[in-house]
């Protein structure tokens, strides 16, 4: 049984002897911060199975959609210790040494001038429309003037 198991069980059990001791599962459940149905749930185990129940007492259905074939799994560990990355800590400070040394792209500038330019454009044509309206407008009126003289 590894540590994290032990450590689990021990809450458990330290759950359950504290409700004994303090007479009053509501109280116990409070301190400790689980649910009174959890509570149940552990005593029953128990009751059934002993404190070994305990160990297996996890809820959650495995999803298999998370897991990747052992054989990809078994490449990306063997990667790891190839590089000496074994570690999260190890992958994590490689990861920022790398991030330090590799320089940061820039787009270059000229590639979205076209498109500043012809929003510039836009916005001068808008701005402009009313004036260009106003001008043909009085051209048409001054040339029917014309034409009915």
Request: charged share 25%; proline share 3%.
């Amino acid at each position: 049984m590894s540590s994290v198991q032990q450590n689990v069980i021990k809450h458990k059990v330290g759950l359950l002897n504290l409700a004994a001791e303090l007479g009053n599962v509501s109280r116990a459940c409070k301190v400790m911060g689980f649910s009174r149905d959890t509570f149940y749930r552990y005593q029953t185990a128990v009751e059934s199975g002993g404190v070994e129940a305990l160990i297996g007492a996890n809820r959650r259905k495995p999803n298999p959609k998370n897991r990747v074939e052992e054989i990809a799994e078994s490449a990306v560990r063997s990667f790891w210790l190839r590089h000496n990355l074994e570690s999260f800590k190890k992958r994590l400070s490689a990861l920022e040494s790398h991030v330090a040394q590799t320089p940061v792209k820039r787009w270059p500038r000229c590639r979205y001038r076209h498109l500043r330019e012809s929003r510039k454009m836009t916005l001068h044509m808008a701005k402009s429309r009313p004036r260009i309206l106003a001008i043909s407008a009085a051209r048409t009126l001054f040339t029917s003037a014309r034409s009915r003289a």
